[in-house]
């Protein structure tokens, strides 16, 4: 074979390496522009935020379950189920993919990286910070549809998601990704709410 006849072959596969390669980079330099511009309340803010992540990722379902059942209030103790299976759904996805693509964090990638607080084990994409906040903030949106609460649930699960760039834990790609599958998994979860409150109420009650 002429060596002209391996070019329609590769060029695919070199328009799809060039492709990625951009991405990369345009990834990086967002991600270097905001993690390059720090200060001592930025690095406190952005921790805190970072870190209210998981408690409240635990705590929600939980608060909704218990105060539901207290107080017997359906929707409140429906909203925690769901929100708890949207958690275990979303769980499954953002680690799968995690062990699937196993993307290096930009701290072990990338030289001179600003990082506040401990380190991360697992891998980089997609952020699991940010599709835990995102699960919480449209589960809870989904079934309290009021401005007062869509409005600082979303401001809450943004901040959280930027704070991982400012932290130095993730790249932009991650958490966008975090985002969809945050938000995918609660809207799918409560979409299908009518038979998963049903197989629970045939379960507990």
């Not at 406190?44 to 998981?54: G, L, M």
């Not at 769901?82 to 196993?102: E, Q, S």
């Not at 997609?126 to 409005?151: C, D, E, Q, R």
């Not at 998963?196 to 009650?205: G, H, L, Y």
């Amino acid at each position: 074979m002429r060596p002209r006849s391996f070019f329609p072959i590769l060029l695919p596969y070199l328009l799809f390496s060039f492709g990625n390669l951009k991405a990369q980079n345009l990834d990086t330099r967002i991600f270097r522009s905001i993690n390059d511009h720090h200060t001592k309340f930025s690095d406190n803010f952005f921790s805190f935020q970072s870190n209210s992540v998981k408690p409240v990722y635990i705590a929600a379902p939980l608060g909704f379950l218990v105060t539901g059942i207290i107080q017997k209030d359906r929707k409140a103790e429906d909203t925690g189920f769901l929100l708890l299976t949207a958690a275990v759904l979303n769980y499954g996805i953002t680690y799968g993919m995690k062990n699937a693509v196993n993307r290096k964090r930009p701290y072990k990638a990338l030289t001179d990286v600003h990082t506040v607080g401990s380190t991360e084990r697992s891998a980089s994409f997609p952020s699991g910070h940010t599709s835990s906040a995102f699960t919480v903030a449209t589960m809870v949106s989904l079934n309290y549809p009021k401005w007062y609460v869509i409005a600082p649930s979303f401001v809450w699960a943004g901040l959280a998601g930027y704070s991982r760039l400012a932290t130095g834990m993730h790249y932009p790609s991650d958490v966008l990704m975090g985002a969809a599958i945050g938000a995918g998994s609660a809207y799918l979860i409560y979409k299908l709410r009518k038979p998963i409150v049903n197989a629970k109420d045939k379960v507990f009650r």
